[in-house]
């Protein structure tokens, strides 16, 4: 068995659950008629998985420092992911008018998975070393 760090093993796991958010995308956009492009499913999701990276490298770097700034790493990180996807909604539906249902419908699912990914990982992390 091969041994990662886990911000490693992570960041493989992440890539891995991309691969498999595309691949679901692609078969319920060929199964069914919706008002979905496989270009927004990949945008978002690509989006998505790289603030979701950016959460997880902030987090992990914030493991290898002291406590007191282990706890200002993970707010920082879960912080900066929420006002980044602030952002990003900002920009999918007012600026690139994606205000449809189905687009709407797509980037909370999106937003909802890629959340509870990462804070799955972070509270796994916690759950055998806390803050």
Excluded: C
């Amino acid at each position: 068995m091969i041994f990662l760090k886990p911000i490693f093993k992570y960041i493989l796991i992440l890539a891995f659950f991309e691969l498999i958010v595309l691949f679901i995308g692609f078969l319920i956009i060929s199964k069914f008629n919706l008002n979905l492009h496989f270009n927004d499913i990949a945008i978002l999701s690509v989006v998505f998985t790289l603030i979701t990276f950016i959460t997880l490298l902030i987090f992990f770097r914030g493991q290898k420092k002291r406590p007191d700034s282990q706890t200002m790493h993970t707010i920082v990180s879960l912080s900066l992911k929420f006002l980044i996807e602030m952002m990003l909604a900002v920009f999918w539906f007012i600026i690139a008018k994606k205000a449809g249902l189905s687009s709407v419908i797509l980037f909370f699912v999106l937003y909802l998975t890629f959340t509870l990914f990462s804070l799955g990982v972070i509270l796994k992390t916690l759950k055998n070393k806390s803050l």
